[in-house]
Nanobody, 117 residues
Framework: QVQLVESGGGLVQAGGSLRLSCAAA?????????MGWYRQAPGKQRELVAL???????NYADSVKGRFTISRDNAKNAVYLQMNSLKPEDTAVYYC??????????WGQGTQVTVSS
C-alpha cells in the first residue's frame, strides 16, 4: 500500500492563492501514469479539478481553467496544484490521486481549502 501525503490547504480570502502539494511516502519508487486533483464540497459529489499525464499533458475542469495550474515532479513522485484568484465556490476538501502504470489507484487523505468572501 502506498501512502500519499497532502499539504498546503487552509483559509484564504477571495482573490487569494494557495499551493497544494502531494507526494508518495518516502521510499516509493514506482512509476506513476496519471496524477490528479479532485475536490468534494459539502453535499456534493467528488469532482475532477485537474490531471497531468506522465508525458506532461494537462486537463482542467472548466471552472478552474486559467486560474489553477497542475504540475508534477517525477523524481519526487509529487504533484502540485497552484490555485490563484480563488473564489468561495472553490471551497472543498481537495484530494490527490495517483494511478500507477499497472493500474492501481491511490488517494491522498484530503486537505481542506476554505475561501472566504
Amino acid at each position: 500500500q502506498v501512502q500519499l501525503v497532502e499539504s498546503g490547504g487552509g483559509l484564504v480570502q477571495a482573490g487569494g492563492s494557495l499551493r497544494l502539494s502531494c507526494a508518495a511516502a518516502s521510499g516509493s519508487t514506482f512509476r506513476i501514469n496519471n496524477m490528479g486533483w479532485y475536490r468534494q464540497a459539502p453535499g456534493k459529489q467528488r469532482e475532477l479539478v485537474a490531471l497531468v499525464s506522465s508525458g506532461g499533458g494537462t486537463n482542467y475542469a472548466d471552472s478552474v481553467k486559467g486560474r489553477f495550474t497542475i504540475s508534477r515532479d517525477n523524481a519526487k513522485n509529487a504533484v502540485y496544484l497552484q490555485m490563484n484568484s480563488l473564489k468561495p465556490e472553490d471551497t472543498a476538501v481537495y484530494y490527490c490521486r495517483f494511478v500507477r502504470a499497472q493500474g492501481q489507484v491511490y488517494w491522498g487523505q484530503g486537505t481542506q481549502v476554505t475561501v472566504s468572501s
